[in-house]
């Protein structure tokens, strides 16, 4: 069984920072991407940032230049570093990952963490 578990969020005032990780456990054969979602109170989930497996990152328009991406790849571990944050970037965060897990149908599926809520105040 796989599990994915997401820590780091807070309250941070505006211009502040906080660093997100997820840890993705259980029978892993192969992780492709791994990523954050966020949605705000009213609004569609949307992505932040991903990376794949070969290190290419994607990032919102809106956080490039502020947020950082990385990731462990021994630690199947997915980190957010997020910089001069702003009041528009409260949002339950969700950590994601694309993987294939021992003894399934071998096929990449999207596995998904619990929520970490950020809120950063003006």
């Known amino acids: 069984q796989v599990q994915l578990v997401a820590s780091g969020g ?25 990523g954050w979602y966020r949605q705000a109170p009213g609004k569609q ?12 990152t ?7 230049g502020r947020f950082t991406i990385s ?9 957010l570093q997020m910089n001069s944050l702003k ?9 994601y990952a694309q993987l294939i897990a021992q003894y399934s149908d071998s096929y990449y599926h999207d596995y998904w963490g619990q929520g970490t ?5 003006s």
Do not use: H
């Open 117 to 121: 809520q950020v809120t950063v105040s």
């Open 87 to 95: 009041p528009e970037d409260t949002a339950v965060y969700f950590c």
């Open 45 to 56: 989930r949307e992505l932040v940032a991903d990376i794949s497996s070969g290190g290419t």
């Open 10 to 34: 807070g309250l941070v005032q505006g211009g502040g920072s906080l660093r997100l990780s997820c840890a993705a456990s259980g029978t892993i054969f192969s992780i492709n991407f791994m």
């Open 71 to 79: 990731r462990d790849y021994a630690k199947n571990t997915v980190y």
């Open 58 to 64: 994607n990032y919102a328009d809106s956080v490039k």
